[in-house]
């Protein structure tokens, strides 16, 4: 299978999602069903990255259905605000909230992991609506202050979002993109914190410890927000906040490894995993009965 092109047809001037319907959408409903195609995926011959994906579903939710600027008819178009998965093992989270947001149909997840596919572990621009390629930690955050820089050039109002995991702090090259984020004052930057606590080797605390996370972040001069990453109001409020003009912005998101499975919530053996049929089977009825509760 060729992978698609990034850029269908000519977009017109300014073409924005401000009156697409997708932005009026059943926000709970689209995280069921997000959180749905992440477990299929996990069933496929090769598995996924369950828990670090459904840890950020609320997350891509919400950037993609109340905050970015972005045209899933037109992947290229020029005035998108820009969102870059650094935490690139989320990436059958991207894909499954790409998916809802209209940039390709669910059938085409069914190939996922499969020789042909355009879909594989990690994210990459042959896929509609991703932005680079991520497979190593620790570069997502450089790549955002790239993006920043060009757009203040440009003298454009674009906004760049790095969505990263809580084990990638512990790159050093983090905290330098950090510091010249901070020295530049990229207002128009913002860095997404996927707190659930762990890594593929256990709890950050225990592995290189992070805390005090926030004070980190201040003492490199961002602007720092915190909010339950699983409450898809409280992540809005926080992410359509004005930019600070003069320093970027990070939400450190706190969220739960595994969320939406609890037989592994919170479990350090979440970080991947190969679900038989029946499996799949009990997640996708789990899921489903969540959400009718919820109703």
């Known amino acids: 299978m060729s992978s698609p092109p990034l850029l269908r047809g000519t977009?017109?001037?300014a073409a924005?999602?401000?009156?697409?319907?997708?932005?009026?959408?059943?926000?709970p409903e689209v995280v069921t069903r997000i959180r749905e195609h992440v477990v299929t995926m996990c069933?496929?011959?090769?598995g996924g990255h369950l828990g670090g994906s459904m840890s950020l579903v609320e997350i891509l939710a919400v950037l993609y259905f109340r905050v970015l600027r972005h045209d899933p008819r037109f992947p290229g178009l020029p005035e998108r605000d820009v969102l870059l998965l650094s935490k690139g093992h989320g990436g059958i989270g991207l894909f499954a909230t790409l998916c809802e947001a209209g940039y390709f149909p669910a059938g085409e997840l069914a190939g996922y992991a499969r020789p042909g596919s355009h879909f594989t572990a990690h994210p990459h621009p042959g896929i509609p609506g991703v932005e680079m390629p991520s497979g190593s930690l620790g570069h997502g955050l450089a790549v955002g202050v790239g993006y920043a820089l060009a757009h203040r050039l440009e003298e454009s109002d674009r906004r760049c979002f790095v969505v990263?995991?809580?084990?990638?702090?512990?790159?050093?090259?983090?905290?330098e993109a950090a510091s010249v984020a901070s020295a530049h004052r990229l207002g128009r930057l913002t860095a997404i914190v996927d707190r659930n606590g762990l890594q593929i080797s256990g709890s950050t605390e225990k592995v290189a410890a992070l805390e005090p996370l926030a004070d980190r972040w201040r003492a490199f001069g961002w602007r720092v927000l915190e909010a339950d990453g699983h409450d898809?109001?409280?992540l809005t409020a926080a992410l359509t906040l004005a930019p600070d003009p003069h320093r970027p912005t990070v939400l450190i998101a706190h969220t739960v490894k595994g969320k939406g499975v609890p037989?592994?919530?919170?479990?350090?053996?979440?970080?991947?995993?190969?679900l038989g049929r029946r499996q799949e089977l009990q997640l996708l009825k789990a899921l489903r009965a969540e959400a009718e509760a919820r109703r």
């Open 11 to 13: 977009p017109p001037p």
């Open 16 to 27: 924005t999602t401000a009156d697409d319907p997708r932005r009026e959408a059943d926000l």
């Open 43 to 46: 069933a496929s011959p090769e």
């Open 164 to 175: 990263m995991g809580d084990g990638e702090l512990q790159e050093g090259s983090v905290w």
């Open 232 to 234: 898809t109001d409280a």
């Open 263 to 274: 037989q592994i919530e919170g479990q350090a053996r979440s970080h991947y995993a190969r």
